[in-house]
């Protein structure tokens, strides 16, 4: 990322650094052997990464119980695996979220057909390879990090929990 590239040309002033993108697209669908179904009658909000704090997947949990608290109609879902199942796990015995585990990325593709909104709540990142996957097929929101606010429209950028609450709520 622009982010990163600056931080190595800072500390290592003689290095030149070149920047070469992850993009990635996601393949054709594939069912699930046993695919969860989908109200597409609801509002559907996905987190799909690494289990881990980096990825702010708690955030994503944070967002989800404040969000049921304000709209019924609402239904988040975690995909990965990592090591915060634990968390993921505990807000699904909750009814705060549907864990659907970790997928392969034909299976990712057969569920972004039902995803009204991506949420992607890094606490720091450069430029996340799911954002490149999923931009075309799925409204995104976002944390400010690494170089997201260069590619992402400024009102779907997120400087805290409480913006992605509004923005949800408010979604139609």
């Known amino acids: 990322s622009e982010e990163l590239k600056g931080k190595i040309v800072e ?9 070469l993108p992850t993009r990635s697209s996601l393949p054709e669908p594939v069912i699930p052997q ?21 990825k702010g997947v708690d955030i994503f949990i944070e967002i989800a119980k404040k969000v049921k608290e304000k ?18 796990e505990i807000a699904q015995n909750n009814n705060k979220i549907v864990w659907l585990g970790r997928l392969t990325q034909g299976e990712i593709s057969y569920y972004s057909g039902f995803m ?11 430029m996340p390879v799911v954002f490149w996957e999923l931009h075309e097929k799925v409204k995104i929101l976002s944390f400010p990090v690494g170089d997201i606010p ?20 408010l979604h139609p």
């Not at 500390?11 to 920047?19: G, S, T």
């Not at 597409?40 to 690494?50: A, D, Q, S, W």
């Open 150 to 169: 260069k590619y992402l429209e400024n009102e779907n950028i997120c400087e805290t929990v409480e913006d992605f609450v509004d923005k949800i709520t």
């Open 116 to 126: 009204n909104l991506l949420l992607i709540t890094s606490r720091s990142e450069s």
């Open 71 to 88: 709209r019924e109609d609402v239904q988040f879902f975690v995909i990965g695996d990592g090591s915060m199942t634990k968390i993921v």
């Open 11 to 19: 500390k290592f002033k003689v290095i030149e650094v070149e920047i």
């Open 34 to 54: 046993k695919p969860y179904l989908i109200n597409k009658e609801k509002l559907n909000v996905f987190f799909v990464g690494r289990l881990e704090e980096v």
